[in-house]
C-alpha cells in the first residue's frame, strides 16, 4: 500500500466543516476523524452516525443491579432470621428501596462502563494526529491520501474555507 | 356531538335519581362523591398545567396552554355539584352523628361546607382571573398598548401564583375533608398532596386526550407537533411515578410503623377482601401499564394510542378514589358494592366534563391551537 | 447569554486556573486549621468515647446527625441544578452546573463522615458490610439505618462518576493549553480525550443517562435520610409527609448554599457576564418554590397534630413551638418560611446583598430545622419522665467548624485546579441558543 499522508483541516464552524465532509466522501481520499469542541448536530447527521449502543450496557447494569439488591437483602434477612416487631423476616416492602438503589448503581456502573468501552478511553495514542486547537474553537477534519495527492487535499480544504496543514 | 353529550349526562342524572329513590340511595351518593372528586380534580390540574407553565415562563407547551386552560370552563358546575352535596350528607359523612373524640369542632356541617365553598370559591376565582387575563393578552387587543399588555401579563403571574397555592391549600383540604375524614380516626400528614398530585397526573391525562383528538380532528391545521405530545408523554410519566411514590412514601411509614391506628386503614383497604382486589387492579392499571409502556419513546407520539392509555388510567383511578371511600361508607361489604349505576352517574358526569370543554373551546376559539385564515 | 465567543470563554475560564495569589494560599491555610481542630477532637473522641459529645439519654442523636442531614441535604440541589434542569432543557443552568456539581460531590462526602463520627466504636464499623463472618452477623436490610448507608454509597459514587464524566471534556481543553507537568497530569485525568466525533456520539447518550439516573436518585436519597426518622414512631418524627418534606428541604437548603457560593465566586473570578444576574434571580425563584413546600409541610403538621386529637402528638407539637427549644423553632419557621417571601420582590433578587444575606438566613434557618426535628423528636417523646434537654460539648462544635472548614477547603482547591464553569456546555449554549443538541 501506498505511504499514506494525512492532512489536518480546521474550520471555524460546522457548517463548513459538514460540508467538507460532504465534499470527501465522493472523493479518492479517506476521511479519518472529526474532532470538534462541542457535540454538532450538524456533523453528526452527514457522517449518518448510528444510534450509541451505551444504553444497553446502562439496562444490563440495572437489571443485575435490582436483582443484586433484592437477592442481598433476602439473603441477609434468611442468614440473620431477626424478627423486628412484629414484621416478616422476608419483606419485599423495605426491599424495594434497597433494590432501587442498587438498581441505580449498577446503571451508573454499565454506564460508564459501555461508555468507556464504547469509546475505547482511557487511550493516548491518537493525540499524536490531533490538532490543540480544537478542543478550543475549531472543528478539525483529519484526512488521509495516498503519496503524491497531498497537495489537491489541502487545496480541496482551503477551498471549503478551512486552515489545513500536513501532519 | 354536543348532542352525544347531553344524552350522557341525562342518562347520568337518569341513573342517579333511579338509585336514589331505590332502596340502597347511598350507593348514588357514593358514585357522586367519587366522581365530584375526581372530574374536579381533572379541571382543577388541568389548569394548573397552563399556571405552571406561565410562571416556569417555559416555551414548548404554549400551544397546549389554550386547551389546558379550557378544563376551567367545569368549575361552576363543580361549585354547584359540591353545594348539591348537602342533600347527601348523611350517605357521603358517615361520621355524622357519630362520636367523634373531639374532632367535633371541626367535623360539622355548616363549618365543613363553608369553609370547602370559601376554598372552592377562591380557586376557582383565581382560575377564572387568570383565563379572563389570558384571553385578553390572547384576543390581541389592536388598541391595547405595550405597556397595558406587561400590565395584563404581571397580573397574570401575580394570579398563576397565587392559584398554585390555592391549589395545594384548597386540595388538600378538600382531600381531608371529604376522604380523609370519612374515616375519622386516620391522619396521614402526606394525604393532601397525594390527593393534588393526584389531580395534576390526572390534569394530564386529560390534557393528552383532549390535545389528540384536537390533532386527530384538525390534521394538518393543528400547532400541535410530536414533540409536544412526546415532552407531555414525559409529563405524563414523571407524575405516574410521583403519585405512585406518595402512595408509597404513605405504606411505607405506616407499615414499618405498624401503629394499629393507621395500620387498620391500610390492612382494610389493601390486605383484606373484597377491597384488596381492587387494590391490586388500581395499582396494575394505573401505575404498572403505564410505566412499562411509557419507558418506550415512539408511543408518547401516536395520539390514538395514548387516548386509550389515558383512558385506562382514568378507570384505574376512579377505582382508586373508590377503594379509599368504599370501606368507609360501605363498611363490612362481603363484595365490592360496585353496579351498573355506578358506570352510567360516571358517565352522567363524563358527559357534563365534555359539554364544559367543548363549550369554552366553541366560544373562545383562540384556546384552540389552530391555525386561522384570519391574520391577527 | 450574552453573545461570547467561544474564546473569551475559554480565556474567562482558563484565567482562573493560573497560579494562586498569596491571600488564597492563606485563607487554605486557615481552612486547613479549621480541618485540623475537628479532626483531632475527633481523634479525642474517639480515644475517650462518645460522651465528650452532649449525648446522653434520652437525646441520643445530637448535632452529628444534624450535620449528616444537613450536608446531604446540601448535596441535592447541586443534582437537581446539574441533572433534573438538563431534563427540563432549561439553558439558564449551565453556567452553575459545574460548580454546584463539585458542591454536590463535597458535600455528600462530608455527610458521609458523620455517620463515623457519631459511631462510639467506629473501629467495629466494618461489622455493617454484609459478608460472611463467624459471628453470623448480618445488617438487617430492613432498617432505615441500613436503606442510609446503600443510598448514600449510591449517591457518592453516582455523583462523582457523573461529575468526573462531565468534566472530561473540559479537562481535555485545559490540557491542550498547558505545558509540562500540568499538561502530562490533565493528559492523564482527561483520559486521552480528543473530542472525536464517536465520543462525542457516545458521551451525549451516557451524560443523558447520567441525567436520567441521578434524578430519581435525588428524591429517593433524601427520602431514604428522612425515614431514619419517620419510620420511627416517635411522635413529631412519624409522619409520612416526611419524605416529600426532606426532599424539598434539602433543594431548598442546597439553593441557598449554591447562591452563598456563587456569589463570591463570580466576584472574585469575574464571571460577572457568565453567571449573570437572571440566573441568580431564577435561583432566588426556586427558593421561593421550596420554602412554600416547607411552609406548607410545617402547617400541615400542626393542623393534623390537632386535628388527631392525639395528646402524646399535640404535646410534642405545642412544647416544640413554645417549650425549652422554641428559639430554635422560631428561628426554622422564619427563616425557612418566612424570610424567602422576600424573593417575590424583584428588588430583593437583584440586589447581591439580599440574596447572599437571604442565602446565609435560610442555611441556619434549615440547620436549626433539623434541630428542631432531631433534638425535638428526642428529646420530648411518649413518656414525661423520660424527658430530658441537650445541648452541644465544645467537641461537638469543633467538629462542626472541622467540617464546614473541610467542604470550603474542597472547593477552594477545586476553584483553582479545575475548570469551575463548565466551557464546553457554555460553548454548546453559545452555538445553539440552548442547552445540550438535542
Not at chain 1, 26 to 33: A, I, N, R, Y
Not at chain 3, 90 to 104: C, D, H, L, S, V
Not at chain 3, 286 to 314: C, P, R
Request: aromatic content about 16%; glycine content about 8%.
Amino acid at each position: 500500500m501506498a505511504a499514506e499522508k494525512k492532512v489536518m483541516a480546521l474550520f471555524e464552524n460546522d457548517t463548513r466543516a459538514a460540508s467538507a465532509i460532504e465534499g470527501l466522501a465522493g472523493s479518492p481520499w479517506k476521511l479519518e476523524q472529526v474532532h470538534s469542541p462541542i457535540p454538532s448536530s450538524k456533523i453528526l447527521s452527514v457522517l449518518k452516525v448510528k444510534k450509541s449502543r451505551v444504553g444497553y450496557f446502562t439496562l444490563a447494569g440495572g437489571i443485575i443491579g435490582f436483582l443484586s439488591g433484592i437477592s442481598l437483602a433476602m439473603y441477609s434477612g434468611i442468614q440473620w432470621n431477626l424478627v423486628t416487631s412484629g414484621k416478616p423476616v422476608i419483606a419485599l416492602i423495605p426491599f424495594l428501596i434497597v433494590g432501587f438503589e442498587f438498581t441505580v448503581l449498577f446503571a451508573v456502573f454499565g454506564n460508564v462502563l459501555g461508555f468507556l468501552l464504547q469509546t475505547n478511553l482511557p487511550e493516548f495514542k491518537s493525540l499524536q494526529d490531533y490538532d490543540e486547537r480544537c478542543s478550543g474553537e475549531h472543528f478539525g477534519i483529519l484526512a488521509s491520501c495516498a503519496e503524491g495527492q497531498q497537495e489537491a487535499l489541502l487545496a480541496f480544504f482551503q477551498e471549503k474555507g478551512g486552515e489545513a496543514r500536513f501532519l | 356531538m354536543t348532542a352525544i353529550f347531553s344524552v350522557l349526562v341525562l342518562v347520568g342524572l337518569g341513573a342517579f335519581l333511579f338509585q336514589v329513590s331505590g332502596q340502597h340511595p347511598e350507593k348514588a351518593w357514593q358514585a357522586y362523591l367519587v366522581n365530584f372528586i375526581l372530574w374536579s380534580a381533572i379541571a382543577q390540574g388541568g389548569l394548573l398545567f397552563s399556571v405552571v407553565l406561565h410562571v416556569t415562563k417555559a416555551r414548548w407547551g404554549r400551544p397546549l396552554q389554550g386547551l389546558a386552560e379550557s378544563f376551567a370552563a367545569f368549575f361552576p358546575i363543580s361549585f354547584v355539584l359540591f353545594l348539591l352535596l348537602f342533600p347527601g350528607r348523611t350517605f357521603v359523612f358517615p361520621w355524622l352523628g357519630g362520636d367523634l373524640h373531639g374532632k367535633e369542632g371541626w367535623l360539622t356541617i355548616p363549618f365543613l361546607f363553608s369553609r370547602d365553598a370559601a376554598g372552592l370559591l377562591i380557586l376557582y376565582g383565581l382560575g377564572f382571573g387568570y383565563l379572563y387575563y389570558g384571553l385578553k393578552l390572547k384576543r390581541g387587543f389592536r388598541d391595547a398598548s405595550e405597556r397595558t399588555k406587561e400590565e395584563w401579563h404581571h397580573r397574570m403571574t401575580i394570579i398563576a401564583v397565587l392559584y398554585i397555592m390555592a391549589y395545594a391549600l384548597v386540595l388538600s383540604l378538600l382531600a381531608f375533608d371529604l376522604v380523609m375524614s370519612a374515616d375519622p380516626q386516620w391522619i396521614s400528614t402526606l394525604f393532601g398532596p397525594y390527593a393534588f398530585v393526584k389531580a395534576f397526573y390526572m390534569g394530564l391525562g386529560a390534557l393528552i386526550i383532549v390535545a389528540a383528538l384536537v390533532r386527530i380532528h384538525h390534521r394538518e391545521t393543528a400547532s400541535l407537533t410530536s414533540s409536544h405530545f412526546h415532552d407531555l408523554g414525559k409529563l405524563f410519566f414523571a407524575f405516574c411515578l410521583l403519585w405512585a411514590d406518595f402512595f408509597y412514601c404513605q405504606f411505607l411509614v405506616i407499615w414499618y410503623g405498624n401503629l394499629p391506628e393507621e395500620t387498620s386503614y391500610i390492612i382494610q383497604r389493601t390486605m383484606t377482601l373484597p377491597w384488596s382486589r381492587l387494590a391490586w387492579v388500581v395499582f396494575f392499571l394505573s401505575f404498572v401499564i403505564p410505566f412499562v409502556i411509557l419507558l418506550n419513546k415512539q408511543v408518547k407520539t401516536r395520539p390514538r394510542f395514548m387516548i386509550g392509555l389515558c383512558s385506562l388510567v382514568f378507570v384505574g383511578i376512579w377505582l382508586e378514589h373508590f377503594l379509599l371511600l368504599g370501606p368507609a361508607l360501605c363498611p363490612g361489604a362481603d363484595s365490592l358494592p360496585m353496579g351498573m349505576t355506578d358506570v352510567l352517574i360516571t358517565l352522567g358526569f363524563l358527559g357534563l366534563m365534555a359539554m364544559a370543554v367543548r363549550f369554552a373551546l366553541a366560544r373562545f376559539p383562540e384556546l384552540l391551537p389552530v391555525q386561522r385564515q384570519e391574520v391577527k | 447569554m450574552p453573545a461570547m465567543t467561544y474564546a473569551q470563554v475559554e480565556e474567562t475560564v482558563l484565567k482562573t486556573l493560573r497560579p494562586a495569589s498569596l491571600k488564597y494560599w492563606a485563607v487554605v491555610s486557615l481552612l486547613f486549621i479549621g480541618i485540623l481542630i475537628g479532626a483531632g477532637c475527633w481523634a479525642y473522641q474517639i480515644a475517650m468515647g462518645i460522651g465528650v459529645g452532649g449525648h446522653n439519654i434520652p437525646v441520643v442523636w445530637g448535632t452529628y446527625l444534624i450535620n449528616f442531614v444537613f450536608w446531604v441535604g446540601i448535596a441535592h440541589s447541586g443534582t437537581l441544578i446539574s441533572a433534573i434542569l438538563y431534563l427540563f432543557r432549561a439553558g439558564w443552568r449551565n453556567p452553575i452546573a459545574r460548580a454546584a456539581e463539585t458542591m454536590t460531590v463535597f458535600a455528600v462526602c462530608i455527610a458521609g463522615l458523620f455517620p463515623f463520627i457519631h459511631l462510639g466504636r467506629v473501629w467495629m464499623v466494618y461489622y455493617m458490610l454484609p459478608y460472611p463472618n463467624e459471628r453470623n452477623l448480618w445488617p438487617n436490610f430492613q432498617s432505615p439505618l441500613v436503606f442510609d448507608v446503600v443510598a448514600i454509597s449510591t449517591y457518592l459514587t453516582v455523583s462523582s462518576l457523573f461529575w468526573y464524566t462531565g468534566m472530561l471534556p473540559d479537562l481535555a481543553t485545559v490540557r491542550d493549553r498547558a505545558s509540562g507537568l500540568r499538561k502530562k497530569i490533565y493528559q492523564i485525568a482527561s483520559l486521552g480525550w480528543t473530542g472525536r466525533y464517536e465520543q462525542w456520539r457516545h458521551y451525549t447518550r451516557a451524560y443523558l443517562f447520567f441525567a436520567a439516573l441521578a434524578t430519581p436518585l435525588v428524591i429517593s436519597v433524601h427520602s431514604v435520610v428522612s425515614w431514619d426518622f419517620a419510620l420511627g414512631i416517635i411522635p413529631g418524627w412519624h409522619s409520612t409527609i416526611f419524605a416529600p418534606y426532606f426532599v424539598a428541604g434539602a433543594i431548598h437548603s442546597g439553593l441557598a448554599m449554591v447562591l452563598t457560593l456563587m456569589i463570591p465566586l463570580r466576584r472574585i473570578f469575574r464571571y460577572e457576564a457568565i453567571i449573570t444576574e437572571d440566573i441568580l434571580d431564577n435561583i432566588a425563584k426556586t427558593i421561593i418554590f421550596t420554602g412554600l413546600i416547607v411552609g406548607y409541610a410545617y402547617m400541615v403538621e400542626y393542623f393534623l397534630a390537632w386535628y388527631s386529637h392525639n395528646i402524646v402528638e399535640q404535646e410534642s407539637f405545642r412544647w416544640r413551638a413554645f417549650g425549652d427549644y422554641s428559639l430554635q423553632f422560631w428561628i426554622m419557621v422564619i427563616c425557612n418560611s418566612v424570610v424567602p417571601l422576600l424573593f417575590f420582590f424583584r428588588k430583593v433578587r437583584r440586589s447581591i446583598p439580599w440574596l447572599f444575606f437571604i442565602s446565609l438566613l435560610i442555611n441556619i434557618g434549615m440547620w436549626f430545622e433539623r434541630f428542631v426535628i432531631i433534638i425535638g423528636g428526642a428529646a420530648h417523646d411518649f413518656m414525661p419522665n423520660a424527658w430530658g434537654l441537650y445541648s452541644p460539648s465544645l467537641i461537638e462544635y469543633a467538629i462542626m467548624l472541622g467540617s464546614f472548614s473541610l467542604f470550603f477547603f474542597l472547593f477552594l482547591l477545586f476553584v483553582k485546579h479545575l475548570p469551575s464553569i463548565s466551557m464546553t456546555e457554555l460553548k454548546e449554549g453559545i452555538h445553539q441558543g440552548g442547552g445540550h443538541g438535542r
